[in-house]
């Protein structure tokens, strides 16, 4: 069971096309995923199945209140995402293609959280678990003068992530090569922190865990990352905290643990008041 806006669904491979749009005028934007398996919140097109391509715009504006994602618990693949992807029931081996396909959220805040379950993860980007691709799509995030919070969970792969990748059971089996595909995010403050169970990491950039292929500059001399806080308060600013578990990282920046990636571009992250704290 699960909840989603956008095509595609389980066990599919045909070609999911269109663009995904969603706007809330008044009032927020809650995804929460379930206790049972498969019980995912998603936003864009989703394959739990064989492959495919799947394209088109992703776009959330919530105009005035807040974003949450949260993964479920108790089962596997209790996760929520907005962007194209989801889990690939038959592994790694099977190829899909994401291209033409930018994500952008606006709200007043966005908070991000893994679950407990296994593989119940967080992400707005494209991929997820074994969706081995090529993935072509800039990834924005706007809270303004809000928070953006983005904490691992307690379950194994309970990830939470901005950008494109995941998690690549058969590492050098999965292939994913990401073009065009800037990260921008821009908040009043920023706090990530890893989980407590092994890859409840916590990552804005490309890739994760187990992946292989390249992350190139944005293009047009943009950074490849751009991180920005506007907060000048104390208890604004940058934290990036290391969690319990093993793998459970908090990073800024494209790789993760694994596989073999080609990655370049710059990488930028202001600050302006409350510091940049990294623990």
Request: charged content about 10%; hydrophobic content about 35%; proline content about 1%.
């Amino acid at each position: 069971s699960g909840a989603m806006i956008g095509n595609g669904g389980y066990l599919t491979s045909s070609t999911v096309d269109g663009d995904t749009t969603v706007t809330v005028q008044n009032g927020g934007l809650r995804m929460e995923a379930g206790d049972g398996y498969y019980s995912n919140t998603t936003i864009g097109h989703a394959s739990l199945g064989t492959g495919g391509a799947m394209n088109g715009l992703v776009e959330v504006e919530v105009a005035m209140g807040d974003i949450s994602l949260e993964a479920g618990s108790t089962n596997w693949f209790a996760f929520s995402q907005i962007g194209h992807g989801g889990y690939n029931e038959v592994g790694a081996t099977a190829a899909y293609g994401i291209t033409n396909a930018p994500v952008i959220v606006d709200a007043g805040q966005v908070s991000m959280a893994g679950g407990t379950g296994t593989d119940s993860f967080a992400l707005i980007g494209h991929g997820g678990v074994d969706i081995a691709s090529t993935i072509e799509g800039r990834v924005d995030v706007n809270a303004g003068t809000g928070a953006i919070t983005m904490n691992g969970g307690s379950g194994i792969r309970s990830f939470v992530q901005m950008g494109h990748g995941g998690y690549n059971t058969l590492g050098a089996a999965g292939i994913y090569n990401l073009a065009n595909s800037l990260i921008e995010v821009d908040a009043g403050r920023l706090m990530m922190e890893g989980g407590i169970n092994i890859y409840a990491y916590s990552l804005i950039g490309h890739g994760g865990t187990n992946l292989n292929g390249t992350a190139a500059n944005g293009g047009g001399g943009d950074p490849a990352i751009a991180v920005t806080t506007s907060g000048t308060g104390a208890a604004d600013g940058v934290s990036l905290k290391g969690g319990a578990g093993d793998t459970a990282y908090a990073m800024i920046g494209s790789g993760g643990r694994g596989g073999s990636f080609d990655l370049s571009g710059d990488i930028s992250v202001t600050s302006a008041g409350g510091g940049i704290d990294l623990e």
